[in-house]
């Protein structure tokens, strides 16, 4: 197999191809056809809470308290596989086996049901371990195959391929249970939630084979012959203490790792629990007209968020990455401030347009400034791993909060006004960060 070069258009092309493998999990699994399948399970069982270790609860908290408990475990565990894969020279090799990981616990979900509530969660739990953590490797490749001016506009064409990719298996997904007759599946409420979980299979289908051109392609790491001990699987927080330690000398990038850790609390919460606050809070008249609509709405977002994510690329490289986020971030307060009044269909077709617009640019933006920002270093997979042990632990605070919040009170309502908080804090954080080095 050639060795690419550094830049070179195949190698980008094959980085980005990833997105294009494993974004059909966050929007299948994590935004679509799974919140809606899981709603369906509670209405069809009549219930409303179900009892887990020894209490009830309801059905949102309930999903939203064991994604929190995932991003705990992947914000511990990376540290310690991207310090021996560092060690070691191989995380390629890390990053198939979470992205395999994830891929078969996503087949998996087919057998996901309230009789078996405990391995159906742990199932779920291993599938968004395996999507996250093999998120920490790939992000961790983007300085090492991009230069710095290639990184806003890889990182974006690597969004855009995700978005792009899973819409189409979305739309494959959504006339199977639209019309699971067509398929074989019979008709009816059943044979929709039938179609549902075969939806579940193909997402881990599509996500093994499409990820093997960018295994092809994609360099191991830095060659070692060096063995793995027991040392060694704590290198990863030793190296997260240096990068910490570093960031004493990199005041901009100290700075925009703390607005980063605020607003990206929000943005990831947002995006794991928009279509349960859809299916829960919104009017929309009947169950076939509830998944048509979800599943439509969420197309929205992703078709849009293409466009929002090279918006967001031109607007970087025009008026700067820092001005760019600031006015991201100022746009997600009004949506959020939308959202707690919206009740009917047109309302949330409207809000999920415009989040669809700065969801995607937030987070390609988020990746490539971070990248950019970086000291010239080869360990780029420690400085990567620091990135996302932060973004995953926003996130646990954040789907905490967000839990218990809608635990309380009983309404989603008041736990998406609450993050506004966060995206508020986040701009304040945002002009904090100096325009130059």
């Known amino acids: 197999m050639e060795t690419l070069a550094k830049g070179s258009k195949k190698l980008l092309n094959a980085w980005a191809f990833y997105d294009w493998a494993n974004s059909v999990y966050s929007l299948v699994i994590a935004s679509?056809?799974?919140?809606?399948?899981?709603?369906?399970?509670?209405?069809?069982?009549?219930?409303?809470?179900?009892?887990?270790?020894?209490?009830?609860?309801?059905?949102?908290?309930?999903?939203?308290?064991?994604?929190?408990?995932?991003?705990?475990?992947?914000?511990?565990?990376?540290?310690?596989?991207?310090?021996?894969?560092?060690?070691?020279?191989?995380?390629?090799?890390?990053?198939?086996?979470?992205?395999?990981?994830?891929?078969?616990?996503?087949?998996?979900l087919y057998w996901f049901s309230l009789e078996h509530i405990y391995i159906s969660l742990f199932v779920y739990f291993l599938a968004l371990i395996g999507f996250w953590g093999s998120l920490v490797f790939y992000n961790s490749y983007l300085p090492d195959v991009a230069f710095k001016e290639q990184q806003n506009a890889i990182s974006a064409k690597g969004y855009s391929l995700g978005y792009f990719g899973s819409?189409?298996?979305?739309?494959?997904?959504?006339?199977?249970?639209?019309?699971?007759?067509?398929?074989?599946?019979?008709?009816?409420?059943?044979?929709?939630?039938?179609?549902?979980?075969?939806?579940?299979?193909?997402?881990?289908?599509?996500?093994?084979?499409?990820?093997?051109?960018?295994?092809?392609?994609?360099?191991?790491?830095?060659?070692?012959?060096?063995?793995?001990?027991?040392?060694?699987?704590?290198?990863?927080?030793?190296?997260?203490?240096?990068?910490?330690?570093?960031?004493?000398?990199?005041?901009?990038?100290?700075?925009?790792?703390?607005?980063?850790?605020?607003?990206?609390m929000a943005v990831q919460t947002v995006m794991l629990i928009a279509t349960y606050f859809g299916e829960q809070e919104i009017n929309w008249g009947g169950d076939d007209a509830k998944t048509i609509g979800l599943i439509g709405?969420?197309?929205?977002?992703?078709?849009?968020?293409?466009?929002?994510?090279?918006?967001?690329?031109?607007?970087?490289?025009?008026?700067?990455?820092?001005?760019?986020?600031?006015?991201?971030?100022?746009i997600w307060v009004f949506l959020c401030i939308t959202a707690f009044f919206i009740y009917e269909p047109i309302q949330f077709y409207i809000t999920a347009g415009v989040v669809g617009l700065v969801m995607g640019g937030i987070q390609a933006l988020s990746r490539s400034t971070y990248s950019k920002f970086l000291p010239e270093t080869k360990d780029t997979t420690s400085y990567f791993s620091f990135y996302d042990v932060a973004e995953k632990i926003g996130i646990v605070f954040g789907m905490l909060i967000y839990g218990v919040i809608d635990h309380i009170t009983g309404t989603m309502r008041n736990s998406i006004l609450f993050l506004v908080v966060f995206f508020a804090i986040g701009v304040v954080l945002l002009l904090r960060v100096p325009r130059k080095s």
Request: with cysteine.
């Open 32 to 108: 679509a056809v799974f919140p809606i399948f899981y709603g369906a399970l509670f209405s069809k069982a009549g219930v409303e809470t179900v009892m887990v270790f020894g209490g009830q609860i309801r059905s949102t908290p309930l999903i939203t308290y064991t994604t929190a408990a995932a991003f705990l475990v992947v914000a511990i565990t990376s540290p310690l596989l991207s310090g021996v894969a560092d060690y070691v020279g191989n995380k390629k090799n890390f990053m198939k086996f979470f992205c395999y990981l994830g891929a078969l616990s996503c087949i998996g």
């Open 297 to 330: 709405s969420i197309l929205i977002i992703q078709l849009v968020a293409i466009l929002g994510a090279w918006l967001t690329s031109k607007a970087a490289t025009r008026f700067g990455n820092i001005k760019t986020l600031i006015v991201i971030n100022v």
């Open 167 to 264: 819409v189409l298996l979305l739309v494959f997904n959504l006339v199977m249970v639209i019309k699971p007759e067509l398929f074989g599946l019979g008709e009816g409420g059943e044979a929709s939630v039938k179609a549902m979980k075969i939806s579940f299979i193909t997402v881990g289908i599509w996500w093994i084979i499409f990820s093997q051109y960018s295994f092809y392609h994609l360099p191991k790491g830095n060659k070692s012959d060096k063995k793995v001990t027991a040392k060694v699987l704590f290198n990863g927080f030793r190296e997260l203490k240096t990068v910490y330690a570093s960031l004493k000398e990199n005041l901009k990038l100290k700075r925009y790792l703390a607005a980063f850790f605020v607003y990206s």
